[in-house]
C-alpha cells in the first residue's frame, strides 16, 4: 500500500497548493458567475465523462477478464510502440476492446489525408477556397473518409486481437462476429466524432482535441503508480529520485509551452485610406509567424515511417534489429533527422509566403523597408527558414524523450510517454487553447484573466 500512500500524498499536495492560490479560486468563481460559461463548461465535462465510460464498455462477445495483465494482449501493448501510444490515446480502450477501442485516429487520418489533397489536387483546392460552404463539404468528405478507413481497420483490430487472445473471444471468430463488431467499432468512433462535434458547438474548446487530451490525461493516474510501484518496491528505487522525476517533467512542460507560445512578430504597416468621412489603414500590425507552425505533425508522420522497418524482419532481419528497440541509438536518431525534415516539409505546405505577401499588397500593406513583390516573399521565406530550425531541433528533441528518459532515467514506458512526443504536445496545446478561450469570456465579462498580467501571451 506504500505506493497508495505516495500518490495519495501527491495529489493531497497539488489539490492544497491549487486551493491556497486565490488568484485560481477568484477565477473560478468568475467563472461560476457568468451563466453562459458556466453552462459550457458543465456541458463540455458531461460529454467528456460520456466518453470516459464508453472506454469501459466493452464489445459484447468478448471476455475482458482475457485481458487483463499477464495476458499475450497486455505484453504486446507494452512491447510495441505504435499499439501502446493508440492505447494511450483512447485512454485504455484500445486495450480494453471497448466500443471506443479505435477512437478518433481513424478521424485524424482521414483529416490529414484530406488536408493533404487539399494540397495536391484541384478540386479539393477550390472547396477550400469556396469558404463556409466548402469547409462543410470538406467536412463531409472527411467523415466519408473516416467510415473507409474504419473499415479496414476494424477487422485489423479483431484479427490481432484474436491473433493474440483467441480464448477472449466467447462466441469464436467468425464472419458474422467479425462484421458485427467491425460495425460496433464504427458506430463507437463516429458517436465520438459527434460528440467532438457538441463539444466545439456548445461546450469549450475544440472537441476532438479535448477528447484525445481526455484519454491521454487519463493514462496518468495508472502510469504514476506503476512509477511509483517501480521506485518503492524495488531495491534500485528511492523516493529521491521520483521526485527528481517529477521536477523534470514539469521543466518539460514548461519548456513546452515556450516552444508552442513561441512566435516571431513581423511588422506590417497599413497604407492610409479614407472611404467617404472615415479613414481607414496607417495603422502598424504584426503578422505572428510561429516557430513550431507544425504543431504535432511532424512527430507523427515520422512515428509511423519508423515502423516500416519491422516490414523487412525476414528479408533483412539485422537491419530489422537495430529499428526495433525504442530507446536503441539508431532509432531515436533517425526518428529526431526524420522530424526535423518533416518540420521543414508540414511548414512549407500550411505556410505560403508567396499568398501572405498577395494579401499584403491586396489590401495596402508593406513590411517597413521591404519592397512589396518578390522582396516580401523573400523575407518572410528567410524569416520562416531561420525560425524553423530552433523550432525543428526543439520538436526532435521532444520526440526522443521518452526513451532518452527510459534509458538514462530508468522510467516506466507508460510514464514516460508524458515526457515528450505527441501525448505531450497534444495536452500542452489543447489545455492552452482551451484557456484562451476561457479567458476571452473573462476578459469579456470585464473580468480578470487566467494569469496576473490579465492575459496569456506568447513569448516573442
Known sequence: MNQYLVVGIVFIVIIALLATNKKLVETLKNIYKIEELRKRVLYTIGLLLVYRLGSFVVIPGINPNALGEGSAYASQLE??????????????????????????MPYITASIIIQLMGMMIPYFQKMQKEGESGRRKMNQWTRFLTIGVLILQGPAYIANLYMQVPTAFVYGNSFGFVAYATTILIAGTMFIMWLGEKITDKGIGNGISLIIMIGIVARLPHALLAEVNARVQTASGSAIMLILELVLLF???????????????????????????KQYGGVR????LKMNAANVMPIIFAQALMFIPALFTKAAPGFAAAFSSMTGFWYNFTLAVLVIAFTYFYTAIIINPQMMADDMKRNGGFI??????????????????RITLPGSIFLAIVAILPALAMKFLGIQQAFAYFYGGTSLLIMVGVVLDTLKQIESYLLMRHYDGLMKTGRIQGRH
Do not use: C, E, H, W
Open 79 to 104: 512491447g510495441n510502440g505504435l499499439l501502446g501510444l493508440l492505447n494511450v490515446f483512447s485512454g485504455g480502450a484500445f486495450g480494453n476492446a471497448a466500443i471506443f477501442a479505435l477512437g478518433v
Open 251 to 277: 521543466a518539460v512542460f514548461m519548456a513546452t509551452i515556450a516552444l508552442v507560445q513561441a512566435v516571431r512578430k513581423v511588422p506590417v504597416q497599413y497604407a492610409k485610406r479614407i472611404v467617404g468621412n
Open 285 to 288: 500590425q504584426y503578422i505572428p
Open 368 to 385: 517597413p523597408g521591404v519592397k512589396p513583390g518578390k522582396q516580401t516573399v523573400n523575407y518572410i521565406d528567410t524569416i520562416m527558414t
